[in-house]
């Protein structure tokens, strides 16, 4: 009997894969892996279930290019013949981006970069200089959570935003905060922007946004989680 080997999927999540829940992905990459054929180690119990854990559970309506998946295998199976199996068997939306030994937890996880893109009338180089003056001052928001309604001040969360106009879309290339005690969720940051510049999601047909998460970093903001 082979001792059971952690091993990382790196995958894209995109499309219309956007819109399902982090209940939804984990019940799909169970099938994708019985499917596959994986000889993934199972929970004990009375209903054994693939071990899957995930990093960074996406909001709905997020894409990526940069998600991640640990799973143990109780058999030697080559990395690559495990990325093929699993590549065979996902949707057209989903792709395998690799598969290694891990080498970082998934608690080292510090900040996760994101493109976000805001269509908008407002699209114009006055809307960017708005956007660069709002980070030179505090950022507050109203969050939500299980216990109420608070204000917070989301600028020390960002740790770089850089801003550019592509057509009729303002783009923002940010590096966000995403650890257990300090998530910003970038639905914050687009709203802040949205507030800033007098932008209505309302009208979906003339204003609406994009969310894209890019690469996920350790806490210098520099090294690629891996």
Not at 81 to 90: D, K, V
Not at 160 to 180: E, K
């Amino acid at each position: 009997m082979v001792q059971a080997k952690s091993v990382r999927l790196g995958f894209t999540k995109i499309g219309k894969l956007q819109f399902i829940s982090h209940l939804d992905l984990a019940r799909t990459m169970s099938r994708v892996m019985v499917r596959a054929d994986i000889p993934i180690w199972y929970t004990e119990g009375f209903n054994p279930r693939p071990k899957l854990v995930f990093s960074l559970p996406l909001s709905i309506g997020t894409e990526s290019i940069c998600e991640f998946v640990d799973f143990k295998i109780v058999e030697e199976l080559p990395l690559d013949e495990i990325a093929e199996r699993i590549g065979a068997q996902f949707a057209p939306e989903m792709k395998v981006n690799g598969v290694w030994i891990p080498e970082n937890k998934f608690t080292d996880i510090a900040w996760a970069e994101y493109e976000i893109k805001i269509c908008t009338p407002h699209a114009n180089i006055e809307a960017l200089g708005k956007i660069n003056e709002m980070l030179e001052k505090p950022i507050v928001i109203i969050k939500k959570s299980k216990s109420g309604e608070k204000e917070v001040d989301i600028r020390p969360l960002i740790k770089s935003l850089r801003v550019s106009l592509d057509g009729q879309a303002i783009v923002l290339h940010a590096m966000l905060s995403c650890t257990s005690m300090d998530y910003l969720n970038p639905e914050y940051l687009v709203k802040a922007v949205a507030d800033k510049l007098s932008i209505d999601f309302g009208n979906v047909d003339s204003e609406y946004y994009s969310i894209l998460r890019t690469r996920v970093k350790l806490g210098d903001g520099i090294t690629d989680f891996r």
